[in-house]
């Protein structure tokens, strides 16, 4: 029964984390549009100005990370230690998917497993119902692991490359305000 309940909470969460994903998903989408212009159009002479014409309501940790490495611009170990901290948050980020993707079927392995015992006694017992109640808990929670791995891979994947771009424009605006 606790890995059953462990089990059911880890899809909770992957379904937390699905919904959240694609409310995520169409705001970094048109943050990566306003940023890619003003990127393409921004030389060194004039980056922090295209910058800070950025909308300054819009809560992103990029654009977080943006305007703190436009107010610290000439502090250089500071911008470097803020590229870093970003990487450290977005690999505490990437955890969390990383979590749902490895004990997601482990779960789901183990309630698979501790039912198939008294199933298999009631196989033997000859008591059919007892034995069909067992399939179907190991069955259920089977699907449940990969599901909650699905949905943990399917998230990981996409944000690795979202902080991925992300970094490398941010590590752009570090490279045009310390040329």
Not at 72 to 94: I, M
Not at 108 to 122: H, N, Q, S
Request: aromatic share 8%; net charge neutral.
């Amino acid at each position: 029964m606790p890995v059953v309940i462990l089990l059911l909470l880890f899809f909770l969460k992957a379904i937390l984390t699905i919904v959240g994903f694609f409310g995520e998903y169409w705001r970094r989408i048109k943050q990566q549009q306003a940023v890619g212009r003003i990127l393409e159009e921004a030389t060194s002479c004039d980056v922090v100005e295209q910058l800070q014409s950025m909308p300054a309501k819009v809560k992103s940790p990029m654009l977080t990370c943006i305007r703190t490495m436009l107010e610290h611009k000439d502090n250089k170990a500071y911008c470097e230690r803020l590229l870093a901290n970003y990487e450290v948050d977005a690999e505490k980020e990437l955890g969390q998917c990383r979590s749902l993707l490895k004990l997601g079927p482990m779960l789901g392995l183990m309630g698979t497993l501790i039912p198939m015992g008294p199933a298999l006694v009631g196989l033997a017992a000859g008591d059919i119902t007892s034995m069909a109640y067992n399939m179907q808990v190991a069955f259920a929670t089977t699907v449940v692991g990969i599901m909650t791995a699905v949905i943990g891979i399917i998230t990981l994947q996409v944000k690795q490359r979202w902080y991925a771009h992300e970094l490398n424009d941010l590590e752009y605006i570090f490279k045009l305000l310390h040329p």
